[in-house]
């Protein structure tokens, strides 16, 4: 099923987030053109408290997309949203088990990884902030290694690049940013470091967004 439509969709979204991140890199995947509205977590005690945004969405928390009439909330819905609508290179394989090991990366980063590193967590842990999200990177880590040594090719299952990469990206990122040494996941550092080869993930990338500050553009 593919959509026509004429309007654009928006993305309410923080340079930063990872979840916004991961939307961003699956529009320019799939070649959507996209417009960006921020909503700054940090500026006025948080944005995404406003009663405005929580019309959006009520969890007051990035992304939420605009699209086709909906309001999406949850990153990986919005990727297989826009992959079951939208041409282009699939995002899940068409293969049921490989589908399936798209799926078990993409929900060991989104749901086991990367929301005890986020900003609303990270606030109440003071100045063990940088522990706890070490802590939690490695052990999240130290599970995801084994298995793209098993299901990895070129990148984190088979050869085609899927929401498994999509999640990877930016989880490194913020590994590299809590001072994490990437370099004890072998397999994670390659896939890391081809993926960044490609331009959907170099548009998408933080530092060149048009609410990235200024110190922090590319």
């Known amino acids: 099923m593919s959509f026509v439509c004429l309007t654009k969709p928006v993305l309410h979204g923080y340079f930063r987030s990872s979840c916004s991140w991961r939307v ?23 944005q995404q408290f406003t009663e405005h945004y929580k019309t959006l969405n009520p969890m007051q928390q990035v992304p939420a997309v605009e699209i086709d009439g909906l309001v999406l909330s949850q990153s990986l819905a919005v990727i297989q949203y826009i992959d079951e609508t939208r041409p282009g290179p699939r995002l899940l394989p068409a293969d049921p088990k490989k589908r399936a090991q798209v799926r078990m990366i993409s929900d060991i980063i989104s749901s086991g990884i990367q929301p005890l ?14 522990q706890w999200a070490q802590h939690f990177i490695h052990r999240g ?19 085609e690049v899927s929401m498994a990469d999509i999640c990877l990206i930016p989880q490194v990122y913020n590994a590299e940013r809590f001072k994490v040494d990437v370099g004890l996941y072998p397999t994670i550092q390659r896939l890391n470091e081809t993926l960044h080869e490609m331009e959907a993930f170099r548009v998408s990338h933080p530092s060149r967004q048009p609410d990235t500050p200024a110190d922090l553009q590319a």
Do not use: S, W
């Open 117 to 130: 590193q986020n900003l609303h967590v990270i606030q109440k842990m003071g100045t063990e902030k940088v």
């Open 24 to 46: 961003r890199i699956a529009f320019a995947l799939k070649g959507i053109e996209y417009d960006q509205v921020a909503v700054n977590l940090i500026q006025d005690g948080g």
């Open 141 to 159: 880590f130290q599970a995801l290694e084994p298995i793209l040594k098993q299901t990895a090719g070129k990148y984190c299952v088979g050869d």
